[in-house]
């Protein structure tokens, strides 16, 4: 650690938060130089959905590096990515009855991001584009520009022209409809959100707390997309690749998003891989119109096809996120009823789960607590007064409870 603190710049994060070195991984186990294991409830923020050194994409990646098979192939045409497309194609989109054209607009979620908002300007000839309080679409300029929360800005600053944050589903926490607020807004000429090209969104926010999208707003939102002439991106980075239990985090609400961001879990291993799904007839790209060195990445197309194969052909993988969910929020609720006085409020869907604390110090001090005793997990929200559940999806009954157990632990010694 002496070497990081020296080293690695101020802007690091996560490791101030678990302050210890890692050395190897297994399923949902962390284990750190001393040989001391800790159990991952934090999931590479939403990269590691099947775990770490998931077996089935392990052998894959060997068996193509020993083949001295291509590694890095700009955006040649290479087998492993037409098997990508066809295994994406035929596993995902095609059984979901979706079409669309796949970009690869850079090794990772925030250039999918930038990709979408281009490709969106690009087809509507407007610049506007809307999104939501609390939102969180990457760290690039054009990304961090319709991200909502200003804390994530940071000294950057940024707030490019013609990006306007709207109140996200019950952002106001008092049931008022703020999908019809913003058709108001769109159709009066004085709020200054006249035509915009696109609306950015996240089914349900992640880095913004687990704020979830009720499938009736998202409906709304469409259809308000549809009558006022502006593109629907839905960013399902976090959300999607099975945390809400479906591939797509959407899939529940029947929507059908103009644009769909993909990345983190996406390569099923940890690899940088990302895509921007588009609709065929708004692909209106010119050749190399959108660059970048390390697009389409084979080893993360080789461990993707194996996660797809393996995980993704059935809905029984679904159907088990959903189960375990379920099983979590109602214990969580049951932890958090356990301490009259204690407001705390689980949020979720699928294995997307957040206990809002209401309090920042509060959640880093039940995170702090977990982490000595050896589980891993963050806090999110605008506040960082939520404690994020992000383990692999695939994480034994016995492995959640024992994660819960440790949580119940720390919040009994943190509330005492
Ligand atoms: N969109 C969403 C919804 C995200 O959660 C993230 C990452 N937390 C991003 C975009 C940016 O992805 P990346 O960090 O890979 O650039």
Redesign the pocket.
Known sequence: METINRLESEVRGYVRGFPTVFTTAKGNRMTNQEGEVYLDFFGG??ALNYGHNDEVMKAALMEYIQGDNICHGLDMATAEKINFLETFDEVIMKPRGMDYKIQFPGP???NA?EAALKIARKVKGRSGILCFTDG????TLG?LAVTGNSAKRGGAGVNLADTHSVPFCDYFRDGRDTAADLEYMVKDGSSGLEKPAAVIL?TVQ??GGINVASDEWLREIERICRENDMLLIV?D??AGVGRTGPFFSFEPSGIKPDII?V??SLSGFGLPLAITMIRPDLDIWEPGEHNGTFRGNNHAFVTAVAALNHYWRDDAFEKEILRKGEYMRKRLNEIVDSHPGFNAEVRGRGMFIGVDCENADLADEVAAECFKHKLLLETAGPRDSVIKFMQAVNTSDADIDEGLDIVATALQTVLE
């Open positions: 923020a939403g990772t979620g925030t991001v969180y679409h990457g760290m990304a996240e992640g880095e960013d980075i976090q961001t990345s983190k």
